[in-house]
C-alpha cells in the first residue's frame, strides 16, 4: 500500500458525460501527479500540481482539467467524454516533486471505460 | 522518435533465468533513470533508482546506465514468479521546479515455474 488513495476504482460513462476522479496523497506529500495510461500510448503524464499550484503541464486535453484543494487532495476533471478516453487513471504523490531522484508513490488507479 | 523507448515484449522466461530489460532514451540531458514495476491493476511501483553511468545493485536487481550508448538495462537474477510484472523503465527530465516522469511503454514479464 503506497499511501495514495484514488476513488473511485472503477467508473462506467457515455460519451459526452463528466466526470471527477479524486486522489488523497500521501501524509506529508505536497505534489500531486496525474497520469493517464491506455494499451496504445503507455503512461503519460498529464499535469503536476504541488501545494496547490499548477507546476507542470504534459500532453492533457483541454477538455481535462484539474485541481489542488487547501488539504491537497486533488481532482482530476474529465468533460466531453469519448471513446479514446478510457484508460487507467493515475495519481502521484511525492514530498516537493522539485525534481531529481524524489520518489513519486502512485495510488491504485481509476478504470475509465467510456461507452 | 519518442523520448524513452522500451521493448513491451511480452518476455516469458523459465523460473531461475537470468531476465535482461532495456529502454533507449534520446535526450543526452537525462540524468536520473529509474524502474518501475507495475503488477496487474496495480499503480507502478519504484523499484530501483541510477544517478550515473555504471551499475547499481539491490538484491537480485541490477541497474545498469550507459550515458554514452543512452542506454538503460535491468536485470534480474534468479527470476521468481513473483517478478512476474510489466516493468516500466522511467527518466525525469532536467525541469527546473518540476518533475514529470517520461515513461517508456512498459515490457510484461512472465516468469514460468
Known amino acids: 500500500d503506497s499511501g495514495v488513495t484514488q476513488t473511485p476504482k472503477h467508473l462506467i460513462t457515455a460519451t459526452g458525460q463528466r466526470v471527477t476522479l479524486r486522489c488523497s496523497p500521501r501524509s506529508g506529500d505536497l505534489s500531486v501527479y496525474w497520469y493517464q495510461q491506455s494499451l496504445d500510448q503507455g503512461l503519460q503524464f498529464l499535469i503536476q500540481?504541488?501545494?496547490?499550484?499548477?507546476?507542470a503541464k504534459g500532453n492533457i486535453l483541454e477538455r481535462f482539467s484539474a485541481q489542488q484543494f487547501p488539504d491537497l487532495h486533488s481532482e482530476l476533471n474529465l468533460s466531453s467524454l469519448e471513446l479514446g478516453d478510457s484508460a487507467l487513471y493515475f495519481c502521484?504523490?511525492?514530498?516537493?516533486?522539485?525534481?531529481?531522484?524524489?520518489?513519486?508513490?502512485f495510488g491504485p488507479g481509476t478504470r475509465l471505460l467510456v461507452l | 522518435q519518442k523520448e524513452v523507448e522500451q521493448d513491451p515484449g511480452p518476455l516469458s522466461v523459465p523460473e531461475g533465468a537470468i531476465v535482461s530489460l532495456n529502454c533507449t532514451y534520446s535526450n543526452s540531458a537525462f540524468q536520473y533513470f529509474m524502474w518501475y514495476r507495475q503488477y496487474s491493476r496495480k499503480g507502478p511501483e519504484l523499484l530501483m533508482y541510477t544517478y550515473s553511468s555504471g551499475n547499481k545493485e539491490d538484491g537480485r536487481f541490477t541497474a545498469q546506465v550507459d550515458k554514452s550508448s543512452k542506454y538503460i538495462s535491468l536485470f534480474i537474477r534468479d527470476s521468481q514468479p513473483s517478478d512476474s510484472a510489466t516493468y516500466l523503465c522511467?527518466?525525469?527530465?532536467?525541469?527546473?521546479?518540476?518533475?514529470?516522469?517520461?515513461f517508456g511503454q512498459g515490457t510484461r514479464l512472465t516468469i514460468n515455474p
Open positions: 502521484a504523490s511525492s514530498i516537493q516533486g522539485a525534481g531529481g531522484q524524489e520518489t513519486q508513490y
Open positions: 522511467a527518466i525525469p527530465p532536467p525541469i527546473q521546479g518540476a518533475q514529470k516522469l517520461v
Open positions: 500540481y504541488y501545494n496547490g499550484e499548477e507546476r
